[in-house]
């Protein structure tokens, strides 16, 4: 951004130095954003504005009511306004101030006032009118000229998002909902779009971009940015989807004011409303929030997961706190497919999406669909404290459907924790950044990723390691031991079989108990079938005992014991002790019968694999792969610091004393 634009933006937000005192610093975004976006449409459309007014009154004479095309094309833009004020014109009688803005405002298109309506311009026009400042602020912006021979749509563009940075940087205490960081932005942009610099030079060549977290738009004008920089007579198409109305109006205006197709630009939840359904993008990038949950669209998500692969949540459900891996499914539904030349996906995710989840669970299954359809190409780990709203760790997924023949079956994963800067000063919980050096430096890194991870004398080879696909997954194996009871009747147990519910609606109750008494104190029987005949012996007055009754009698008997008798069913088949119940995790592709025999039975020898409660899980345990022991200091060296220590005190207490 040149020095002039970066003047022109503080005498832009200078606007704040008339709002101080009846708008709180985070506020003032919402007079300033608004009122540019207002002045720049009515800078670009000025030299039009007579042939619209003039084509309106025409169609008006011919009794045509239907006239949003028309009007577009007399306007010759995207949008246009029937008022007979400007801006200037609306601001110069101050008395009158916020009903002529407002009038004005209702002039334009459907498409331009979705955005001030979104912005809530209408109650913040009746605040500035009730704090006395409608009047100051209009004239302000009126100075401004913004017409597109003294500001073009890339300048504009530049200018808007400074205007959005000062915005988010005095908000920073919410400013990760709508706005990450710039070079988090730049980097994630470059490890999804360089890989494919040869196909972006092409002459004509046209792609698309969708992001379904849009924000302010930020990843979307990068993304626009990189594919312009490496050919200029690109056709780049944006899209986005957004549903926070102050961030939905922000980047739909951002568009607008740059001449782009802002329409492409959609209000709404992507989980529950897909306004991009049907359509499929050359690259998708987004930023989703971490950790929330998606309870207020359940009933939507869970009715298109019950159409399995025929929606876009076929793969599983993540837990209701975590819709990360949702927006995940939900952009993998509009890569282009193979035959079309196929796409890349970048996303931010938190920890959670790498291990959450047991083998079975949604989190498990959605890792399984990806892995084994071989779309994940890495992932990367950035440095913690990034981001305004949280210091937590966080990664970039990036995935593909068209892999080149190198990195089939294979997935990188890229450590970058340690390629950071310090800020000078904090933004909320970002203390961290990453230098446009460290930005290039890595994106060189990811571009030769499998040769540094097969290269020991490369210099990055401890951040980065390739695997192959099949070594995240994992077979849930559940270990049983048979059980083995002895039998016996206690105080204990009668006190205990006295309390159960179906003896207190047994009639003789009391008689069983009775019955029961004499055999406490006998020793133990460790045979079923000895037990039983003691027992039918010692009630033989109570005839037949009731299922229930019975049941809960030899519950109370029967008692765990490693000497005891093992149990079987009635086919003969060892019956499993549930609190001896162990699950290991098996490395898929081994064999679960060698595994047992090599690592189980060697310490329990009566174990045995419930093979029909195997199930398959994948996970990306990403720190274990890259810890590095680290020895404990020697005793004898800890030893001396504490007695270096310990005199220092001494030493110390000896000054005070004198």
């Not at 003047?7 to 709002?19: G, P, T």
């Not at 942009?189 to 849009?214: F, M, R, S, W, Y």
């Amino acid at each position: 951004m040149s020095s002039k634009h970066q003047e022109l933006a503080s005498f832009i937000w200078s606007v704040a130095d008339l709002l101080r005192g009846d708008y709180k610093r985070s506020e003032y975004g919402k007079v300033i954003l608004p009122f540019t976006v207002l002045r720049r449409l009515d800078c670009v459309l000025a030299p039009t504005r007579e042939v619209v007014l003039q084509e309106k009154a025409k169609r008006e004479r011919q009794g045509i009511h239907h006239m949003d095309v028309t009007l577009k094309r007399a306007a010759k833009l995207s949008f246009y306004n029937t008022s007979r004020l400007d801006f200037q014109a609306s601001v110069r009688d101050q008395d009158n101030v916020a009903r002529n803005l407002a009038a004005y405002v209702g002039g334009f298109s459907r498409n331009a006032q979705e955005i001030f309506e979104s912005y809530e311009f209408g109650s913040q026009l009746g605040r500035l009118d009730n704090a006395g400042l409608v009047y100051q602020v209009g004239s302000k912006f009126a100075e401004i000229d913004l017409r597109p021979e003294v500001v073009d749509n890339h300048q504009m563009g530049y200018l808007f998002e400074e205007l959005i940075r000062r915005f988010s940087e005095e908000s920073n205490e919410t400013a990760g909902e709508h706005f990450t960081p710039r070079e988090v932005i730049k980097l994630m942009v470059n490890l999804l779009l360089a890989p494919d610099t040869e196909d972006l030079v092409t002459p004509g060549v046209v792609k698309t971009v969708l992001d379904p977290a849009c924000g302010t738009g930020g990843m979307l004008t990068a993304a626009e940015e990189f594919i312009l920089e490496h050919n200029p007579h690109a056709t780049v198409k944006v899209y986005g989807q957004e549903l926070n109305p102050e961030s939905y109006a922000i980047c739909k205006s951002d568009l607008m004011i740059k001449g782009e197709d802002a329409d492409n630009i959609k209000f709404g939840n992507s989980f529950g409303h897909d306004k991009h359904a049907g359509v499929r993008f050359h690259y998708l990038l987004a930023n989703p929030p971490f950790g929330v949950e998606w309870k207020k669209v359940k009933d939507d998500v869970e009715r298109e997961a019950a159409l399995k692969h025929a929606g876009r949540f076929g793969a599983g459900l993540p837990r209701i706190n975590d819709g990360s891996l949702l927006f995940l499914q939900h952009m993998i539904s509009h890569m282009k497919r193979t035959d079309e030349g196929g796409s890349r996906i970048a996303i931010v995710f938190n920890g959670s999406p790498l291990f959450t989840g047991a083998a079975g669970s949604g989190e498990s299954e959605i890792r399984r669909w990806i892995l084994e359809n071989d779309w994940l190409e890495a992932v990367v780990a950035l440095p913690d404290q990034l981001f305004y709203n949280t210091g937590i760790s966080t990664y970039f997924w990036i995935l593909t459907n068209r892999k080149d023949a190198a990195h089939q079956g294979k997935v990188i994963l890229l450590d970058v924790r340690g390629r950071w800067a310090k800020m000078r000063k904090s933004l909320g919980d970002k203390r961290k950044f990453i230098p446009d050096d460290k930005i290039a430096e890595l994106t060189a890194l990811y571009g030769e990723a499998l040769t540094a991870a097969a290269d020991p004398e490369h210099p990055r080879h401890a951040t980065v390691k390739v695997f192959p696909t099949i070594e995240f997954g994992y077979q849930r194996i559940t270990v049983e031991r048979p059980l083995r009871l002895r039998f016996e009747v206690t105080d204990e147990v009668l006190a205990e079989l006295s309390a159960t519910k179906p003896l207190a609606k047994y009639e003789a109750r009391e008689k069983l108990l009775d019955a029961l008494r004499p055999l406490a104190g006998q020793p133990p029987s460790f045979s079923r079938a000895a037990f039983r005949g003691t027992l039918a012996d010692a009630l033989a007055g109570l005839g037949k005992l009731p299922a229930a009754v019975d049941k809960a009698l030899w519950a109370a008997v029967s008692v765990s014991d490693p000497e005891g008798e093992p149990q079987t069913d009635r086919s003969g088949n060892p019956l499993p002790d549930p609190d001896l119940r162990d699950n290991e995790n098996v490395p898929l592709g081994e064999d679960i019968d060698e595994y047992l025999q090599r690592e189980v039975l060697p310490h329990v020898p009566d174990a045995w694999v419930e093979h029909d409660k195997t199930k398959i899980g994948y996970e990306i345990p990403f720190t274990r792969h890259f810890y590095v022991y680290t020895p404990p200091r020697p005793l004898a060296e800890i030893d001396a610091e504490l007695k270096q220590l310990e005199s220092e005190i001494q030493r110390l207490l000896s000054e005070v004393t004198e």
